[in-house]
């Protein structure tokens, strides 16, 4: 590109390590800023940073500086490698960083504009570069800072790089409305549904009784003995064995099934579903639920029971109770544990759901599913507004950093 320059991180910057614990003092208390503080559009989130008694020694030789660029050099998941960075930009109050980052100093700010640098690295994070820079310790991944540092940043000359700032600026902040106003219809889509659910069973009419689960289902909880299926047998193919994992809102997820022999799954003794039947969670994921729909064979893990509804009540009316808020204040008043809540399937037999008629089922059955469709549909158009905008936001930054824009 026409005026442009390309020199490596290591020559235009200067890279300072985080702290670590341990010190002996004195001490001055100052804000650390770790990766939690670290939101996906590159920006520092501080509403939660942690004030912490830093050795004096050692916060002199950390101290960030307005302009500074923190990179996340240590974390990360599955799906969200490390390299994640932020521009400090407050000017007031003292602080840090911790051991999971490193601090990025403009060495000569009459070469190359922090600003521009920080959209640069946002770009360089985006775009995957840091992806293949990644390695695992202990299920954490760690970037390899001297590759990292070996990065080529082509630049402008500095009334170039401002105008691009400028530009880029401007560009995210109405993204950023839109998006505010995009995530703000997703929300209002889901309470139009959930209020709608709410009335059903608070605003009943004529025939409507109050009865226990237990009343009008039966429960079978997984075969807990000797020949419960341990992760050794599991198999790519055979009958299939849900956990809760494999709960949707839209019923059991098949692609991510495990399965087990049809030998191991004869020796079951019970936990073995049927057509229509309705899987409860009654720890770890507490209180998930899905219809089984047409699957009519397969077995369930310890954490699940099978709900299964006589003929006084349809097997969707029943999926709606448990969505509704009456059954999570029911989930509320029964479940035992504090570090991890469960349910007994006793008292799940004892959750008190409103019961009309069959004819009512079937009409309220009918209207959810009507409103709930129109829900999906429009969040569907919502999560593909947020997808397009998030598009043209890595767009338009690989048009600034080609010299196209």
Request: proline share 4%; charged share 25%.
């Amino acid at each position: 590109m026409r005026g442009w320059q390309t020199k490596t991180l290591d020559e235009l910057c200067h890279f300072y390590n985080g702290l670590w614990k341990g010190a002996k003092g004195p001490f001055v208390n100052v804000g650390v800023i770790r990766n939690t503080n670290f939101t996906k559009e590159g920006l520092l989130d501080d509403s939660d940073i942690a004030y912490l008694d830093v050795e004096v020694r050692k916060f002199e030789k950390r101290r960030l500086q307005f302009g500074d660029i923190i990179l996340e050099k240590s974390g990360g998941g599955p799906k969200q490698p490390v390299g994640r960075v932020v521009l400090f930009d407050k000017k007031e109050g003292e602080f840090s960083f911790s051991n999971f980052t490193s601090a990025i100093r403009v060495l000569d700010p009459r070469e190359l504009d922090f600003r521009f640098l920080h959209k640069l690295l946002y770009w360089t994070y985006l775009s995957g570069v840091t992806a293949g820079m990644q390695s695992h310790s202990t299920g954490i991944r760690n970037l390899d800072g001297n590759a990292y540092k070996a990065i080529k940043i082509a630049f402008p000359l500095l009334p170039e790089q401002r105008r691009l700032v400028a530009i880029l600026d401007e560009a995210f902040a109405a993204i950023a409305t839109a998006k505010a106003n995009a995530e703000k219809n997703l929300q209002n889509a889901r309470a139009l549904f959930e209020s709608h659910l709410q009335s059903v069973f608070t605003q009943r009419g004529p025939g409507w009784v109050e009865k226990r689960l237990g009343d009008f289902c039966s429960f079978e909880n997984g075969d807990r003995g000797t020949n419960y299926p341990s992760r050794s047998a599991r198999t790519t193919a055979g009958i299939p064995f849900i956990n809760a994992g494999h709960l949707t809102d839209d019923g059991i997820d098949l692609e991510t099934m495990d399965y087990i022999p049809r030998e191991r799954f004869d020796l079951l003794s019970n936990g073995k579903i049927r057509k229509g039947d309705i899987l409860f969670c009654l720890r770890g994921s507490l209180g998930k639920f899905a219809s089984v729909g047409d699957l009519s064979e397969g077995a369930i893990a310890s954490s699940l029971v099978i709900v299964r509804p006589d003929k006084t009540v349809l097997n969707d009316f029943l999926v709606a109770y448990f969505r509704s808020p009456l059954c999570a204040s029911m989930i509320s008043r029964f479940k035992n544990g504090a570090a991890q809540p469960n349910l007994s399937a006793q008292s799940l037999r004892n959750f008190i759901a409103p019961v009309p008629p069959l004819a009512i089922q079937e009409s309220v059955v009918k209207q959810l599913t009507a409103i709930r469709e129109e829900t999906q549909r429009l969040e569907s158009i919502y999560r593909q507004k947020l997808a397009a905008l998030e598009a043209l936001k890595k767009s338009l930054l690989h048009q600034a950093f080609a010299g196209a824009l």
